[in-house]
Structures are given as C-alpha cells and as structure tokens.
C-alpha cells in the first residue's frame, strides 16, 4: 500500500489550503482515513479524522476551518483547510487504516509540508 500525499505549499494568513492523499496498492475493507500533523518540537497530533461511514472528527484546534472528506471510489482523502493561521504550521501526514478487527493494518504517508505566513 503507498500513500501519495500533495497539496501542501507555502500561504500567507488567511489563505486556504487544500491536501490530497491517494492511496494505491492492496487497497480492501478501508476504514478510517485520517491527517495528522506534526510541528518542529511537537508530537504528531491528530487533526481531522473520517470513518468509513463518512463520520468526521477535528481537533478543537481546527473546527470550523478544516474540512475533511474521502473518495471511496478513488481511495482518497481530502483536508480543505481555510483561515489558516501561522500555528497551522507544520508537516501533514495521511494515514490510513485498513483491514478487520485485529488484523487492520495502519499506513502513513510521506508527508507534506505546510508553512503560513504572518
């Protein structure tokens, strides 16, 4: 399974954003698709989370500015992330979670970097 991540790039305050992440490979019985961040000297965070349903959760920190969906059909996941501010600074990662009950199996993307500007 390979996560291909894009979309990041550099914005000033107030801008918009908006992250893409495909998956490819043995893709079965997807479950959540989620986007994490992580900061310089921060832990990785979970920013934005989607079931396999649709159900979506968000870190307080982003409610209200980030929105996350998902292509089941194409294996993708989104993050339209608007009002961005310099705190939303970071790198992004994708992880996906496939597979049933204790045989489900966590896969990361690479990662792609995100800088707002003041």
């Known amino acids: 399974v390979q996560l291909v991540e894009s979309g990041g790039g550099l914005v000033q305050a107030g801008g918009s954003l908006r992250l893409s992440c495909a998956a490819s490979g043995n893709i079965f019985m997807l479950n959540t698709m989620d986007w994490y961040r992580q900061a310089p000297g921060k832990q990785r965070e979970l920013v934005a989370a989607?079931?396999?349903?649709?159900?979506?959760n968000y870190a307080d920190s982003v409610k209200g500015r980030f929105t996350i969906s998902r292509d089941n059909l194409k294996n993708t996941v989104y993050l339209q992330m608007n009002s961005l501010k310099p705190e939303d600074t970071a790198v992004y990662y994708c992880?996906?979670?496939?597979?049933?009950?204790?045989?489900?199996?966590?896969?990361w993307g690479q990662g792609t970097q995100v800088t707002v500007s003041s």
């Open positions: 992880k996906i979670n496939q597979g049933r009950g204790v045989f489900s199996t966590d896969y």
């Open positions: 989607c079931a396999s349903g649709g159900t979506t």
